[in-house]
């Protein structure tokens, strides 16, 4: 299979064309009975900014359907009045494990990073990752600066005995700016020993890049994804029911290095629905 058969099809094409977004490959194709690979029961995860409303009223119930559903790993996304030591007794009561936990840049880069490296140990999670950079860093140089303080982060993070640093994406962070790609200046100027990425699938369609063609053009920088769904007029969608194909997407995951897909859904109108209808297509999804 080549990257070349990843196609708008269809009525994908007309989708993908009303949305602006033609131009990437990521969208549904036709099947392709030779599929065979599917996704490890334990790298199906469940983001957790996702389900933020329930795990406020109740964060171990929550906790106990996600388990119920099938999940077997979360990314944590606020506590909600809960420190790090509680939300690890919800998860060893429910047999989740926690693979990483966003905290914010401002956090990472002052004098909460050594607790922020001890609360990933309390949490049994591997990965400390930036969700998002300042709006005024949106240049070339606000990026560089970045990398330059992923590598600091990543080295005190290796140093803890945990995995590098990772960076979640949103659509902005792929624009051309001066003429420079932002998100290229990243992947470039970050040392891969001690920066990773948390690939948000969405928001790199989203922002016109191709996620299957950085899993190849990049190996091994992204061990973790977001995985949600585009509908049809570019919101969001249960992963399985919007325009994006997932099934080609994550043909070359493996030279990315992807070890977590992770559920997520910004806007879910009901989140245990979006929790079971995403669970069920990446359970069931081959590749």
């Known amino acids: 299979m080549t990257l070349n058969r990843r196609a708008f099809l269809g009525t994908s094409l007309g989708i993908a064309a009303a949305t602006g977004l033609a131009s990437s490959p990521a969208y549904a194709s036709e099947p392709d009975a030779a599929r065979w690979r599917r996704i490890p029961r334990g790298g199906i995860g469940m ?17 106990e359907q996600l388990a119920e559903i099938g999940y077997a790993t979360v990314g944590v996304s606020g506590r909600h009045g809960n420190s790090a030591s509680a939300i690890r007794g919800f998860l060893d009561r429910t047999g989740l494990r926690a693979v990483l936990e966003h905290v914010a840049y401002t956090t990472l ?13 309390i949490l049994g999670a591997k990965w400390p990752v930036v969700p998002s950079l300042p709006g005024s860093m949106h240049t070339p140089a606000g990026f560089r600066e970045a990398a330059r303080e992923f590598n600091r ?21 792929h624009e051309v700016v001066d003429g420079e790609n932002l998100y290229e200046i990243l992947l ?27 899993f190849v053009d990049h190996p091994r920088r992204f061990p973790a994804l977001h995985v949600k769904d585009m509908a049809p007029d570019g919101d969001f969608a249960d992963v399985g029911s919007g325009v994006l194909d997932f099934a080609a997407m994550f043909e070359n995951a493996h030279r990315g290095g992807v070890q977590q897909w992770l559920v997520e859904h910004d806007r879910p109108a009901d989140p245990f629905a979006t929790a079971r209808n995403s669970y069920n297509h990446l359970a069931s999804l081959r590749y």
């Open 47 to 63: 983001h957790l900014y996702t389900m933020r409303t329930p795990l406020a009223a109740d964060f171990l119930g929550t906790l």
């Open 188 to 214: 470039e100027e970050t040392d891969p020993h001690l920066v990773a990425f948390e690939l948000d699938v969405y928001w790199a369609a989203k922002g016109g890049a191709d996620p299957a063609r950085l």
């Open 109 to 121: 880069t002052g004098t909460g990073l050594p607790q922020a490296l001890e609360d990933l140990h």
């Open 153 to 173: 982060i990543g080295q005190a993070s290796r140093d803890a005995g945990l995995g590098p640093v990772q960076f979640h994406n949103h659509g902005l962070d």
